[in-house]
């Protein structure tokens, strides 16, 4: 069972940059396809990007609206996965989550209720 927690969030202007990080602590975490959600306030948790296991390459998911903004990366040897987010807007101000799949679990899904374990979030706010 991997714990996650996330770190990284904050207050920035808009047209910044934060990276957010999900340190994991299993010993495994290679083997976990990762996610970021974000949940705004009165509105449903959303896909926001995704990134394969080792095992089956580097693939990685993201939403719309966030290409070219977003970068999802891991370092498995720091049982990490980070968000890095740039060129941010006041529409990108959420809850971010991080999650994972269960162990070895293939497939970049954009479902939250296939990602089996979450961490506790971490405040994103943009100002205009």
């Known amino acids: 069972q991997v714990q996650l927690v996330e770190s990284g969030g904050g207050l920035v202007q808009a047209g910044g940059s934060l990276r957010l990080s999900c340190a994991g602590s299993d010993r495994t975490f290679n083997r976990y396809t990762m996610g970021w959600f974000r949940q705004a306030p009165g509105k449903e948790r959303m896909f926001v990007a995704a990134?394969?296991?080792?095992?089956?390459?580097?693939?990685?998911r993201y939403e719309d609206s966030v290409k070219g903004r977003f970068t999802i990366s891991r370092d498995n040897t720091e049982n990490t996965v980070y968000l890095q987010m740039n060129s941010l807007k006041p529409e990108d101000t959420a809850v971010y989550y991080c999650?994972?799949?269960?162990?070895?679990?293939?497939?970049?899904?954009?479902?939250?209720?296939?990602?089996?374990?979450w961490g506790q979030g971490t405040q994103v706010t943009v100002s205009s």
């Open positions: 990134i394969t296991w080792t095992g089956i390459g580097r693939n990685t």
């Open positions: 999650a994972a799949r269960k162990l070895g679990e293939n497939g970049l899904g954009f479902d939250p209720s296939v990602y089996y374990y």
